[in-house]
């Protein structure tokens, strides 16, 4: 069982939406909570890259081509982040990743196995 778990991929079509999940089930609750975490992609034959992020104090930051449609938050009390995903488009089709870092030490990080998200008609 990998540190971070996504959930909440699948088939959508055009202007749809998905919320997706990321859990740590294997974490102390303030560890978690403590952590930056991120949503990241990567689509076949591209580099991974970084979509949102949130800070454990709520801090959000995104990536200019989800800027809008997407939105990050956390839920501390059930230890978990979400990616809210409306008016997607083909072009975000790809594996979504969540990430964990501590603040304090960049060598602390988690990945999780990633959760396939496809945008078609």
């Known amino acids: 069982q990998a540190q971070l778990v996504e959930s909440g991929g699948g088939l959508v079509q055009p202007g749809g939406s998905l919320r997706l999940s990321c859990a740590a089930p294997r974490m102390i609750t303030s560890v978690y909570n403590g952590y930056i975490i991120d949503w990241y992609r990567q689509a076949p034959g591209e580099q991974r890259e970084l979509v949102a992020s949130?800070?454990?104090?709520?801090?959000?930051d995104y990536a200019d081509s989800v800027k809008g449609r997407f939105t990050i938050s956390r839920s501390n009390a059930n230890k978990k982040v979400f990616l809210q995903m409306n008016s997607l488009k083909p072009e975000d089709t790809a594996v979504y990743y969540c990430?964990?870092?501590?603040?304090?030490?960049?060598?602390?990080?988690?990945w999780g196995q990633g959760t396939q998200v496809t945008v078609s008609s």
């Open positions: 990430h964990a870092q501590s603040p304090s030490s960049s060598s602390r990080e988690y």
């Open positions: 949130i800070t454990p104090r709520g801090t959000t």
